[in-house]
Nanobody, 126 residues
Framework: QVQLVESGGGLVQAGGSLRLSCAAS??????????MGWFRQAPGKEREFVAA????????DYADSVKGRFTISRENAKNTVYLQMNSLKPEDTAVYYC?????????????????WGQGTQVTVAS
């Protein structure tokens, strides 16, 4: 059984910052060989890609809407991936999900991620 547990969400004023964490566990899961991603879903909207990071060279990818404001990083020793979110905007309000692949290479395609967390709510007040 693989578990991804997100934390760090909350209510913040526009322009503020939050850091999300996602801790991975499971006997059959090799965090250090897995690409990780963050996705979000706002009310009434489809889930969308936010950021991803590969294992190995640590390559990253970001949605245009968050580029320059969000930073994804990983700490393999702690089986944890982070999403640092700065200069938050009301349109960033959503449930944020962590996802993991059974592959080292990152992707924007949600369907290619094998494991998902339960999500953490981020609300940005104007």
């Amino acid at each position: 059984q693989v578990q991804l547990v997100e934390s760090g969400g909350g209510l913040v004023q526009a322009g503020g910052s939050l850091r999300l964490s996602c801790a991975a566990s499971g006997r059959t899961f090799s965090f250090s060989s897995s690409a990780m991603g963050w996705f979000r879903q706002a009310p009434g909207k489809e889930r969308e890609f936010v950021a991803a990071i590969s294992w190995g060279d640590g390559s990253t990818d970001y949605a245009d809407s968050v580029k320059g404001r969000f930073t994804i990083s990983r700490e393999n020793a702690k089986n944890t991936v982070y999403l640092q979110m700065n200069s938050l905007k009301p349109e960033d309000t959503a449930v944020y999900y962590c996802a993991a692949r059974n592959d080292m290479v990152m992707t924007r395609r949600g369907a290619w991620y094998a494991y998902w967390g339960q999500g953490t709510q981020v609300t940005v007040a104007s």
